[in-house]
């Protein structure tokens, strides 16, 4: 089935060599140059991914991303002027999926994208395929009793006290990947190899930031204990109390 992707883009001499790169490829590609334009598309008819200009007239690429993910976790891909690290962390912590910095090659954007939905259509794949497991019942949390933190790999989800977190699809990946081997110490470069192995530009930074989102949400569903431990100069991991 063909993708069908979402451009966001003002300059329309950008927009048209995109348009003609990603179409090329395959893609069916609706391109729009107004941030309500995107919103109201994406409410419409959710497309398969998203490439999003930061910088546009009525508005900006972040709160175009913050209004799709109350509902989506489609991948997102930013493009941007701006090359200052703060700015591409802030996407990586709103959960784009990859930034892109002007100016760049439409062969490079559509190398990204295409890597991004393969990685998408493995985890669908591996979804499918997987069992759903209990872990973390040591872990203290609000309700006493009850097993803090469930992993549902069929499903791709994360329940905490029974309840399905809303995690970006890198928040769900990096806690999974900590949820399977409690205890164990992870590197940054580990996370990065095994969560991050298909996003490029992404720095040892990006770890950190999900990190600190992922323990924000844990505690918005009641775990006491600080569930995701940081070890200076090692890394993080998942711990549960003796």
Known sequence: ??????????????????????????????????????????????????????????????????????????????????GEEIDRILGLE???????????????????????????ARQEVQGESSTASRVGAGVSGASGDEAALALDETNQRIRCRGEAMSLTRYEYLLLATLLRRPQRIFSRSELMDMVWADALDSSERTVDAHVKLVRAKLREHGLTAEVIQTHRNMGYSLQMPA
């Open 1 to 82: 089935m063909t993708a069908r992707i979402l451009l966001l883009e003002d300059e329309q001499t950008i927009a048209d060599t995109l348009l003609y790169a990603l179409r090329s490829e395959g893609f069916e590609v609706e391109h729009v140059s107004l941030a309500a334009q995107a919103i109201d598309v994406f409410a419409r008819q959710a497309p398969d991914l998203a490439i999003l200009d930061v910088g546009v007239p009525d508005g900006n690429g972040f709160d175009v991303c913050k209004q799709m993910r109350k509902s989506s976790d489609l991948p997102i891909v930013f493009l941007t002027a701006r």
């Open 94 to 120: 709103l959960g784009a999926d990859d930034y892109v910095t002007k100016p760049f090659s439409p062969r490079e954007v559509c190398a990204r994208v295409k890597a991004i939905l393969r990685r998408s």
